[in-house]
């Protein structure tokens, strides 16, 4: 009843005029209904033992303000967690930073990445209420298969762990499509304290917990670019380049390797780069239908 409940109102809403994603469960579209009510979710701020007491303000933290308020409780409708998980999956009826993750550099250089250190303090956002940084932050410049991160990007833990797994799985698909290893990919972003575009929760790019991936370079110098080679979204993939973009991003989240997999099947906003992220709630973008 739960699913054909929503069913009807996607419905009647999209009768309406509002233009509502296809996702892949019932509880995927209570969110949908939620953003689309124009509902904002706040994020639980840091406990004053989490807040870096006199941290001087980077290019890349936010100066925290004069007074922080108490926490706020936030309910997130729970959506179906992707299969083998890499990681165990946090509480999702909390919005925030994500828990830090015990021993994550130890594993860091198990799994053979190169990384450094880094300092993303947990503060308040200037406007609004929620909360913007990372428990344990570290910047990301190579992974064990010798693929390199241009420019080395700043995350959480939790992601570059993640992204060890999707580093693995463009290799895989790069072997098997186009014949020959990725040596590097270009993003266009991870951190950034700021609020979606389109729906009224705060981006995981709030606490470093995405990124933007929008062109791949092979070791024999071929270059695939989310733009220019996904091709028309109303047609099947073109070639071999389309193909490994568009199962990259269907094979990412369908192997549970990351938590949101957004391209240009989700919008407008999104036709030139991938998406992922480490979300506490699970959303596909990658396939038809989702638009």
Known sequence: MFARGFAVMIDVMNSAGFELPKLRSARAAALVLLLASGASLACVPPSSTQRRAGSTPTSSTLAAPASVSPPVSAVVPVLAPPSEPMLPLADENVAG??????????????????????????????????????????????????????PPAVMSCRLAIAFVGLERLM????????????????????????KM?????????????????????????????????????????????????????????DRGLIAVSLGPYWDALHRGHFHFDMARYRVDGSRPGTL
Not at 111 to 136: H, I, R, W, Y
Not at 183 to 192: D, P
Not at 226 to 249: C, M, W
Request: net charge positive; glycine share 8%.
């Open 97 to 150: 930073p994500p828990d830090a993750v015990p021993d994550c550099q130890e594993r860091l250089r198990a799994l053979g990445v190169e990384f450094q250190a880094a300092q993303l303090p947990l503060t308040q956002a200037m406007k609004g209420v929620f909360t913007c940084g990372s428990n344990d932050a570290v910047v990301y410049r190579r992974g064990p298969t010798g693929l390199r991160i241009s």
């Open 197 to 253: 575009v389109r729906f009224a929760l705060v981006s995981e790019h709030s606490y470093g917990n995405a990124i933007d991936l929008v062109s791949f370079t092979l070791k024999d110098g071929r270059s695939i670019s989310v733009l220019a080679h996904f091709g028309k979204l109303e047609a099947p993939p073109a070639d071999d380049k389309a193909r490994f973009l568009r199962e990259l991003g269907e094979q990412a989240f």
């Open 171 to 194: 290799q895989e698909l790069a072997s098997a499509r186009l014949g020959s290893a990725v040596a590097r990919v270009q993003h266009v972003g991870t951190y950034n304290c700021r």
